[in-house]
C-alpha cells in the first residue's frame, strides 16, 4: 500500500485534494506537500484495498518499514517488532491520535490495541523524530488518527477468511447536539493461526500447533465542540489481547484499560494551545510451554536441537518452561503552543511532554521435566524485577521562509529521564537469593533537527535534512533477569542508543506522472547487543552478583555462564528510495517504489560476536512493490501488488568470516471492493495469492528447523454495513 507521499501525491487524486491533507505527527499541522521529511499518508482507500487484516501487515507495504510477513497475530508479542530503515527494534514511535501506543515494558507496538475499522489515516514521518517527541523516536515516527464523529449512525463490519480467521466490528455514533458527540466501537479479531515451522521439521515440536489469537476492544469516545474555537475529546478503552501460542501450556493473556484525553483552544489569529493526557495499565500474563517424546534412558526429555528420529515416540510430554506475572503502568501528559507569524517568520511551536513508566516483573523457570509422571517437578529459578522510568521533555520548533521557494524548518529537544526504584533478583531452586536494589540514574538527550524544502521549479522540489535522535533502554533491558541456566541478566547501566543521520530528497510531478527519491544515511551509536560472558574473571559486577556464590570465583548458580547486554557496537544504515505514480487514464494507476538499504555494524568490542561490514541478519538490501489499482466501474475497484523482497542474510556469526543468505522471494497480493448500495460494500482479498512459501526471519544455519514461516495464501470475504445517517 502506498498512499499519499510527500514526493508525489497518490495518482488517482487531485493535487489540490493532497495539498489539503495535514500531517498532525509534524507538530506544526503542515501540508504533506511542504513536509522537508519523506512522508506517506494513507487514507481509507488505502486501508480498503489492501489485503492486511492488521495494522502491521497494512504498514509492511509502505516504503522504509521493514515488517515480515508473520502477522502479529501470529508472533509473540514479547519479540514483535517495529522496524524502519533498516535499524532495529524499539526506534519508531508509534502513536494514536498524538499519544505513544506501545508496551511500556518491552518496547514493542500495541498492535491488538489498533484494529483497521476505527482509522481514518495513518502518518508515516522517516526521519529522526526525536527533536519533536524525544525517546524512540529515531527512525521515524507513525501516528494514527482515529475516525471522528459526524454524523448519527453507524456501521457493521464482518468478514470471514482461511485458518478459521474472522473479525466483526460495530461502530453507533450519536449526535447529541451541535456542540456533543458520541461514539461507542467494539471489535474483534479471531484468528486459529497457521502452522510457522516448515513441514519437513514439524516432528522435532510433538503436537505443536499454530498460534490461536483473539483481540478484543471496546472504547468510548466523545466529543465536544464550545464556542470561541475551545474543543475536546476524551476516550476510554478496554482492550484484551489473548493467544494460545504453539503448546497445551503456552498463552499470552494482556487485559489493558487505558484512557486518553484532549483540550484544543484555537485563536482567530490562528494560534493554538493544545494539552493532551493519557494513561494506561496492562496486566500480562505469560505461559510458555513445549513439548517432548520422553525416553526411557539417557536424556529423559531431549531438546529440539538434539532429538532423533529414533528417538520419536508416543510418550509425548506437555509441559512449561515459563510462567511470568508481569504489571505495568503508564501515565503522560503534553502541553504545546502554536503561533503564526508574518513574513520571512512563517510560524513557531513549542511546548513540553512528560511521561512515567512503571513495572514489576515475577517470572518462574522450569528445566526440561526428568519424570513423566511430574512434568513440572523440575524448578529452575524465579526471578523478580521492579523500576520506574519518568521522561519529560521541552521542544521548541520555527519555520522560516527566507525566499518565496525555500522553506527552512528549525527544532530541537531537551530531554531527560530518570530510573528509580529498581530491584532485580533471582532466587536458585534450592532458594539462595542473589541481586538486589538497584541505584538510581539519570540521562539526558539534546536532539536538534534542520531541514529544508526547496521549490526550484513549480514542477520540481528538493529536500534536504539533518538530525538527532536518541532511545533510552527499557524495563527488559535494564530489570528483568530471564532463563533457567544461562540466564540473560539486565544491566541497569545501559547508556541510550544515539543517532546522527542526514537525507537528501526530490520530488518531481511530470503532469499524471510523479517521481520521488530520497538518500539517507544513519549513524546510531552504542546498540544494545547481548553476549555470553563464560567467566567470572571478565564478567560485570552483576553478572558476578547474581551468578556466584559466597564470593567464589565461579559462576555456578547460572551454571557457568550468562548472558549479559551491552552498549558496545556501533551500525550505520544507508539507503535509497525511489518512488514512482502514474495514471495512465481515469480508472488505472500504477505505482512503485524501490528501496536498497544497506545496514552493517562499524564498530564492535571483542565480546560482540556479529562481524563489520556485513549486512544485519534479517535485512534485505533490496525491497521493491509494484501495485495495480483498477477503477473497473464506480461501484468496482481491484487492486494486485507485487512484492519483492531480495537477497539477505540469515546467519552471520555461527562460523567467523562467514555469512549464509537465502534468496530472492516475490508475494502477490489481491483485493476486490464492490459497492452493492449506498448502505453496503463488500469485498474479497488474498494476501499470498500464489500461496508462496518463504521467510524473513534469521536462525543458524544448521537448524532449518528454526526458520519461520511467514504467512501463506489467505483468502477473505467481507462486508460493511452502513447505517443511514440520522437513523439513531
Known amino acids: 500500500m502506498l498512499g499519499f507521499d510527500s514526493v508525489a501525491p497518490p495518482v488517482a487524486e487531485p493535487v489540490a485534494a493532497i495539498e489539503s491533507v495535514i500531517v498532525s505527527a509534524s507538530r506544526s499541522q503542515m501540508r504533506l506537500d511542504e513536509m522537508p521529511l519523506h ?9 480498503a484495498a489492501s ?40 526506534k519508531v514511535l508509534v502513536l494514536l491520535d498524538g499519544v505513544p501506543v506501545h508496551d511500556p515494558f518491552y518496547l514493542t507496538t500495541q498492535w491488538f490495541k489498533l484494529p483497521l475499522s476505527r482509522i481514518e489515516r495513518i ?21 494514527v488518527v482515529t475516525k471522528r464523529v459526524t454524523e448519527s449512525g453507524g456501521e457493521l463490519d464482518a468478514s470471514a477468511g482461511y485458518w478459521g480467521s474472522h473479525s466483526a466490528a460495530a461502530t453507533l455514533d450519536q449526535v447529541i447536539n451541535e456542540q456533543l458527540s458520541v461514539r461507542l466501537s467494539a471489535d474483534q479479531l479471531q484468528s486459529n493461526g497457521y502452522q510457522v515451522t516448515p513441514t519437513e521439521h514439524l516432528w522435532r515440536f510433538p503436537q505443536k500447533n499454530p498460534t490461536d489469537a483473539r483481540d478484543s476492544n471496546v472504547q468510548l469516545t466523545t466529543q465536544w465542540r464550545g464556542d470561541a474555537g475551545l474543543s475536546a475529546w476524551l476516550r476510554l478503552g478496554y482492550h484484551v489481547q489473548d493467544q494460545d501460542i504453539s503448546y497445551v501450556y503456552g498463552n499470552n493473556l494482556q487485559r489493558s484499560p487505558d484512557a486518553a484525553a484532549d483540550l484544543t483552544q484555537a485563536w482567530r489569529n490562528g494560534s493554538q494551545l493544545q494539552a493532551n493526557a493519557w494513561a494506561q495499565y496492562v496486566g500480562f500474563e505469560k505461559y510458555n510451554g513445549a513439548s517432548c517424546y520422553f525416553q526411557d534412558s539417557g536424556t529423559r526429555c531431549p531438546s529440539t536441537t538434539n532429538v532423533t528420529l529414533n528417538q520419536v515416540n508416543s510418550n509425548v510430554l506437555q509441559y512449561y518452561t515459563q510462567y511470568g506475572s508481569l504489571k505495568y503502568r503508564e501515565q503522560g501528559g503534553s502541553l504545546a503552543y502554536s503561533l503564526p507569524l508574518s513574513g520571512i517568520w512563517q510560524s513557531v511551536q513549542f511546548g513540553s511532554d512528560v511521561r512515567r513508566l512503571s513495572a514489576t516483573d515475577n517470572e518462574t523457570f522450569y528445566a526440561a521435566p526428568t519424570v513423566f509422571a511430574a ?14 522510568q519518568t521522561f519529560s521533555g521541552v521542544f521548541a520548533q520555527l519555520t522560516l521562509k527566507p525566499l518565496p521557494t525555500v522553506s527552512l524548518q528549525l527544532s530541537a529537544r531537551q530531554d531527560s529521564y530518570r530510573s528509580s526504584g529498581r530491584n532485580n533478583t533471582r532466587t536458585t531452586a534450592n532458594g539462595t537469593v542473589t541481586g538486589g536494589p538497584i541505584a538510581d540514574s539519570s540521562q539526558s538527550a539534546f536532539d536538534p533537527s534542520a531541514s529544508l524544502r526547496w521549490t526550484v521549479m513549480p514542477q520540481w522540489d528538493l529536500r534536504a535534512a539533518a538530525y538527532r535522535a536518541f532511545r533510552a533502554p527499557g524495563f527488559n533491558n535494564t530489570m528483568r533477569t530471564f532463563g533457567a541456566s544461562t540466564p540473560t541478566i539486565a544491566n541497569p547501566d545501559l547508556q541510550s542508543e544515539k543517532l546522527q543521520a542526514w537525507e537528501l530528497g526530490s520530488d518531481l510531478h511530470l503532469g499524471a506522472l510523479t517521481l520521488g527519491a530520497t538518500y539517507f544515511v544513519y549513524d546510531i551509536k552504542n546498540q544494545i547487543a547481548t553476549f555470553r560472558v563464560n567467566s567470572y574473571a571478565t564478567a560485570p559486577e552483576l553478572v558476578r552478583n547474581i551468578c556466584s556464590l559466597g564470593g567464589g570465583a565461579n559462576l555456578t548458580l547460572c551454571g557457568g555462564s550468562a548472558n549479559f547486554y551491552t552498549n558496545d557496537q556501533d551500525g550505520r544504515s544507508k539507503g535509497l528510495e525511489l518512488q514512482a505514480d502514474w495514471a495512465l487514464n481515469d480508472q488505472l494507476q500504477v505505482a512503485a517504489h524501490y528501496t536498497h538499504t544497506a545496514a552493517t555494524l562499524v564498530r564492535r568490542g571483542a565480546i560482540v560476536t556479529d562481524p563489520l561490514g556485513v549486512q544485519l541478519v ?14 473497473a466501474t464506480p461501484d468496482l475497484q481491484s487492486q494486485l501488488s507485487l512484492r519483492y523482497i531480495g537477497r539477505m542474510p540469515i546467519d552471520t556469526t555461527s562460523v567467523a568470516g562467514t555469512a549464509y543468505f537465502q ?26 495469492l500464489l500461496d508462496r512459501r518463504y521467510s524473513e526471519n534469521g536462525y543458524t544455519y544448521t537448524q532449518p528447523f528454526n526458520r519461520t514461516l511467514s ?8 462486508l460493511r454495513l452502513r447505517l443511514a445517517p440520522g437513523s439513531l
Open 39 to 47: 512522508t506517506t499518508v494513507l487514507d481509507q482507500s488505502d486501508i
Open 51 to 90: 489485503s492486511a487484516q492488521t495494522l502491521d501487515q497494512l504498514l509492511r507495504n509502505v516504503q522504509g518499514l521493514n515488517f515480515t510477513g508473520v502477522p502479529a497475530t501470529q508472533s509473540d508479542p514479547t519479540g514483535q517488532q517495529t522496524k524502519m530503515r533498516g535499524l532495529g527494534n524499539a
Open 123 to 143: 502518518e508515516v514521518v522517516r526521519g529522526g523524530g526525536s527533536s519533536l517527541w524525544g525517546n524512540m523516536a529515531v527512525a521515524g515516527v507513525i501516528n
Open 375 to 388: 512434568p513440572q517437578g523440575n524448578l529452575g529459578s524465579t526471578t523478580a524485577g521492579a523500576g520506574t
Open 618 to 631: 534479517g535485512t534485505p538490501m533490496d525491497v521493491g512493490q509494484l501495485q495495480l489499482r483498477w477503477q
Open 663 to 688: 534468496g530472492s522471494n516475490a508475494v502477490l497480493d489481491a483485493s476486490f471492493n464492490y459497492r452493492y448500495s449506498q448502505q453496503l460494500d463488500v469485498w474479497l482479498r488474498s494476501a499470498n
Open 711 to 718: 504467512a501463506p495464501r489467505t483468502l477473505q470475504l467481507g
